[in-house]
């Protein structure tokens, strides 16, 4: 990535970034001070299901936001439909289903309910893989005095597919989804009854929010707008979106996390230095 970067070329990189703090920092310095194009696959932050979310929230008549949970429950991806057995070798990856998975969902919380300020967490391994973690419980403080809250875990059931489910409290509101790229969400509204937006709906809602174009609109349905926009970042030679400042933000968090593992306390974030 270094090499890149010094040569003037735009890096596009999975996440997580790196097994450690460290070397995440190590790899922003070295694309900031080159000035090229970079992005991170946090593909989280172009799911419309969530976009939408984000969007509702924004409603003024829910009052006071309350809390949120999300629960990730993912396959161990050593075997079956990933195969990628290094995922179990602490020395290549660094840790488990927080950092690999839940990356993502550190990244969301950002973005949905802002930034986080302290965490608490708990970890713990049932595998056999040394190191890494297929259970992780973790509880956000956030800057703006709310709270929420996280429960990632690796399972073995080959049949259960991976899903992600968050629910969102208002006090005047709450909103609920199974799916985190396309599907229905539930909500319900003061006095009102439980109601849904289907799957179809919440599309043509997220075309309106994203101010998409046709070219884009299908690409966001295949789930391939994330290549094209780090594409046309390269194009046109403007900043790519998440980029590495971003996750660099996720990564902090995690961090944070580890370490209230390790010392069974609170962990105090350092305050973000980055755009969200």
Known sequence: MREAADRGLAVFCEKPLAKSLAEVEEMVTAVERAGVVNQVGLILRYSPIYTVLKDLMSAPDLGPFLAAHLRDDQYF???????????????????????????HDVDLFHWLFGDIAAVRCHTRETSGHAGIEDVALATFQHADGHQTSLTSVWHDVGGRPSTRRLEMFFEGGWFATDDDFVGPIRYQLRSGPEQLIS??????????????????????????????????????????????????????????????????????????????
């Open 77 to 103: 991806p050593v075997g079956g439909q990933y195969g990628s057995t290094w995922r179990g070798d602490f020395e290549r990856v660094g840790g488990g289903t927080l950092i690999e998975h839940s990356i």
């Open 199 to 276: 799957a179809e709906e919440m599309l043509e809602r997220y075309r309106k929010v994203a101010g998409l174009d046709d070219v884009e609109f299908e690409l966001a349905r295949r789930g391939t707008l994330e290549d094209y926009a780090f594409l046309r970042s390269v194009y046109e030679g403007t900043p790519a979106f998440p980029g590495f400042r971003t996750a660099l933000r996720a990564h902090q968090v995690v961090d944070a996390c580890y370490r209230s593992a390790r010392e069974a306390a609170e962990v105090v974030v350092p305050p973000a230095g980055g755009h969200a």
